[in-house]
């Protein structure tokens, strides 16, 4: 800690008038026992000065001069507490003979936890008309802390932070970086400070049990390597690991950014993701939101606002990285800001600043992210998440119940540990859930590398875009609760498939998806139902939230300008079967205008009511004539 105290005498004979001096009415002896303190003080013989300082104030204890060389020679020695003793005692007998004696014990106080006393002087302080800018600033900064800190203290979150023990860390630093959808594998940078293996890896360790963590396990190459790899985040699809490594051939900076892709069972060789995101500086710490395209990362690149901050790229149509944009004073701050984490949910950003007030030396805070793409302002996660030690990463599960952290906070097994800890409701992020399966060919069964896009239907703003794997067919899509969804599912040479479900409540969290989705090859006589076609209720007008399924047809009949289809409309058995059959005529009409109104020409199209005529569920249920009211095409040629 670097006060200033060595410059105390000078800052005295600046502010002090010399008709203040000798104030205690000094005697002779009182005089000469100062002279030689200060005489060894300047020849930094500080426990020489000591004796000297206590032999002037047994003589008279009221001599503020020697109070405060006593203050200022324990500040020196690292004994805060006797600082503090000597300069309340110098204030005590005339605050006015030396203000800044006044913001040097503020600060003491303040180091040394005592924010209630620190509060007090800091704001008597910056009463004072001499205090000098650059010390009015450190005040408001830590009056704004040390209250924070006496709030957050007195208000602690209602959690109990567990230690994920031995078989996770160690007497290194463990920097947890992500939690598996099924919360059964978590994924963590390591660094030993020992032994033959110092470099940065990264390891996985699997779930036992709610408690019990198995031996962490090294994840390996081709990710790891004999170089550093730090803070790994996985694509909520599973399918792209994004992490960063320093000093590569084919880095642009000191470090930059890597994705691997899933291939089956293992990872794929690792790529530099180019300049497009990274530069000549420090880019690290990625995070990629489930919308399939932006990516969160940290960078002292220029034009930023404080050492480090957080940036944001996003990938567009043809596979290239957008310039990186900087989301500005909501976020970042003049100091540093790092690990960002974006939920699953897409909103929910968390990341460590030491920037904005907070606990210690670096703490976790969150921001939200509402419909019009704005932040809100950052809030701390608050006490006792956030201690006085760093708080680096913090990482929470899809349903928003249980967080994963890293802090060096006192009681851990090494430098910096990592704790489970039940989400406080405050500070949770929207619950997601998910959907898995496998994507194959209905005809031949071998599997397929699908495009997979999820869209609100209320919003018409698209949530998530993943892609299935190419070896196993594998896919899985984040889902927020709380909203209705439309998901299409794409393949050149093939029809779309597509459905739409809502997610309420607990059991949709608790309950994933998973559903095997067999596309059908665009052939003569195929039928795909269209399933995110709305319209108004005893109406044939289309209703907007089907312009998203309208578009998946329209880019299929573009993408294969061979193929002609017939555009069928079908009911229930509800109400009298000509009005059923001209309603079913009337919307399958619908959809044939708008085709044609985008271009498409009306010889490749053609449509038919059925009414009530050809159901696929049981009438009798509300749940059948839900099925029943549907929207169909045939395929009626391919050239």
Known sequence: MNLGFRLFFILLFLYVPSTMFSQGQPSGRVEKFHSKALMYYNASAYDEALEEVQKALKINDRYIESWLLAGDIYALKGNNQEAIRSYSKAISIDHNFFPPAVYILANL?????????????????????????????????????????????????????????????????????????????????????????????????????????????????????????????????????????????????????????????????????????????????????????????????????????????????????????????????????????????????????????????????????????????????GYPLNTEADEVTFVVDNAGKYAYYSSAAEGGSGLQDIYRVIVPEKIRPLPVTYMKGIVTDSLTGRFLSASFKLTDIGSGKPVAHSVSDPVNGEFLICIPSGKKYALAVEKPGYLFYSAHFALEGEAGIREPYLQNIRLKPIREGETIVMRNIFFETDSSRLLPESETELNSLHDLLNQNPGLRIEISGHTDNTGGESYNQLLSEKRAGSVYRYLTGKGIAFQRLSYKGFGATKPVADNSSPEGRAINRRTEFKVLGVK
Not at 165 to 175: D, H, L, M, Q
Not at 178 to 198: A, C, K, N, Q, W
Not at 211 to 233: I, K
């Open 109 to 381: 106080q303040f180091e040394e936890k005592q924010y209630a006393a620190c509060i007090s002087n800091y704001e008597g302080y910056l009463q004072y008309p001499e205090a000098r800018q650059a010390e009015k600033n450190k005040c408001l900064k830590n009056l704004g802390t040390a209250s924070f800190r006496l709030d957050a203290m007195a208000n602690p979150q209602p959690v109990k932070p567990v230690n994920l023990g031995i078989a996770v860390n160690t007497a290194g630093y463990e920097f947890v970086n992500y939690i598996s959808p099924d919360v059964e594998h978590l994924y963590f940078t390591r660094r030993m400070t020992s032994g033959d293996t110092r470099d940065e890896n990264f390891f996985f360790s699997a779930r036992e049990n709610d408690t019990t963590w198995r031996p962490a396990v090294e994840l390996g190459a081709p990710v790891n390597s004999p170089g550093d790899e730090g803070a790994l985040c996985i694509s909520p699809d599973g399918q792209y690991l994004f992490y960063s490594a320093c000093n590569r051939p084919d880095g642009y900076g000191s470090c930059d950014i890597y994705v691997s892709k899933r291939e089956g069972d293992r990872w794929g060789k690792p790529e530099n993701l180019g300049p497009g995101v990274n530069s000549s500086f420090w880019e690290t710490q990625p995070s990629f939101a489930p919308d399939g395209k932006t990516l969160y990362f940290v960078s002292n690149r220029s034009g930023g606002i404080g050492s480090s901050d957080i940036w944001l790229s996003r990938l567009d149509d043809s596979g290239n990285w957008s310039e990186p944009e900087n989301p500005g004073t909501s976020i970042n701050t003049q100091e540093s800001e790092r690990g960002p984490f974006i939920h699953p949910d897409g909103k929910t950003l968390y990341f460590s600043s030491k920037g904005h007030t907070g606990m210690g030396e670096g703490d976790i805070f969150f921001a939200s992210l509402d419909e019009e793409g704005r932040w809100s302002k950052p809030a701390n996660i």
